[in-house]
Structures are given as structure tokens and as C-alpha cells.
């Protein structure tokens, strides 16, 4: 089973950035589909990014494009969400996930205030 462990969050101002990373502990594959979701106070889960693990695609929700960019790096079994301009909306409990097996992390918080 693969264990991921989210850092990085912290409180920013709006428009201020983070960088989130998710490391994963176990073996993953170039077929592996990695996520990124996240869920604020009285809202349901919201996916947010994802990204093919061999191939490298990446997707977006509509309301981070041009703001957030996935990435990851095989060789660290790590991956990144590069956070940009974030506004207080983005404020939530930030996940990552692995498509294969359910995975989850623990989360990091993630506060934009000023």
C-alpha cells in the first residue's frame, strides 16, 4: 500500500504563493494517475489538479488554471502543486491522492488572509 504525506501549507496573504508536496512512500507506476484535491469548511471535496504520472498531462478545475501548476519528479517520488495569485477562496485542507488503491495523505492547510 502507498503512503503519501502532504507539506507545505501554511497562512498567505492574498496573492502570495506555496508550493504543496506529496511524497509518496511505496512504489508508484507510469500508469499512476496523481491528484490534488481540496475541501474547505462546509463544502464538499473538490478535485483540483491531477497529473499522468509516465506521460506528464496535466488537468485542471476551472477556477485555478493559470494560477496552480502540477507537476512531479519521478526520480523523488514527489509531487508538487505550485500555488499563484491565491485568493481567500482557495482556503481549504489540501490532498493528494493516488487514483490506484485509494490512496490518500493526512492534508496541509492551506489559509489565505490577510
Known amino acids: 500500500q502507498v503512503q503519501l504525506v502532504e507539506s507545505g501549507g501554511g497562512l498567505v496573504q492574498p496573492g502570495g504563493s506555496l508550493r504543496l508536496s506529496c511524497t509518496a512512500s511505496g512504489s508508484i507506476f507510469s500508469f499512476d494517475v496523481m491528484r490534488w484535491f481540496r475541501q474547505a469548511p462546509g463544502k464538499e471535496r473538490e478535485w483540483v489538479a491531477e497529473i499522468r504520472v509516465g506521460r506528464g498531462s496535466t488537468y485542471y478545475t476551472e477556477s485555478v488554471k493559470g494560477r496552480f501548476t502540477i507537476s512531479r519528479d519521478n526520480t523523488k517520488n514527489t509531487m508538487y502543486l505550485q500555488m499563484n495569485n491565491l485568493e481567500a477562496d482557495d482556503t481549504a485542507v489540501y490532498y493528494c491522492?493516488?487514483?490506484?488503491?485509494?490512496?490518500w495523505g493526512q492534508g496541509t492547510q492551506v489559509t489565505v488572509s490577510s
Open positions: 491522492s493516488l487514483q490506484r488503491g485509494g490512496s
